[in-house]
């Protein structure tokens, strides 16, 4: 049981180049979540899915998407990087009930140049 | 909408020192709260967990209780190590909904 996996570690990109971050979860859990992490500051959601071929916005869903077309793979597209969008990214995910853990992949650590 | 206010950080430690992190927080509703911790170079754990009033959560000798009167969720533990030395998050989760405080890095010196 592997848990929440995220490839790449890190990365870096070129403004205007685009890329997916892969995430995997082998736990059966429905909803799954991204997060981007900036310096000195909590979590904020980007998007997230509550089943294959369902999902949703966050707070902060600009310059990216994502598709579910499995229950095990959550993967983020960033299209035409910005420098803004320099962070650590993690994905999550959990179990469909309101109060639910949240389980956390390594996170993927982005730099666009 | 919901949200997380943590104590300002960083608070540096002497190994076995007392150690409290303040945490409140803002719902419309009854959410149940968390203490996620982050070491370097790592993603988020899950440190312990109350959902709801009066429930205390406790594990490797940290503890929090959730009290609603107050709208507190304050982590402490008795006596910190150097491994304890990492970023701790308070979060709340709402109907799937999960929102974080800012974080707060704790530094424990030998």
Known sequence: NAGVTQTPKFRILKIGQSMT???????????????????????????????????????????????????EDFPLRLELAAPSQTSVYFCASSFPTGGDTQYFGPGTRLTVL | GDSVTQMEGPVTLSEEAFLTINCTYTATGYPSLFWYVQYPGEGLQLLLKATKADDKGSNKGFEATYRKETTSFHLEKGSVQVSDSAVYFCALIFYGKLTFGQGTILTVHP
């Open chain 1, 21 to 71: 971050l892969q995430c995997t979860q082998d736990m059966n859990h429905n909803y799954m979540y991204w997060y981007r992490q900036d310096p000195g500051m909590g979590l904020k959601l980007i998007y997230y899915s509550v089943g294959a071929g369902i999902t949703d916005k966050g707070e902060v869903p600009n310059g990216y998407n994502v598709s579910r077309s499995t229950t």
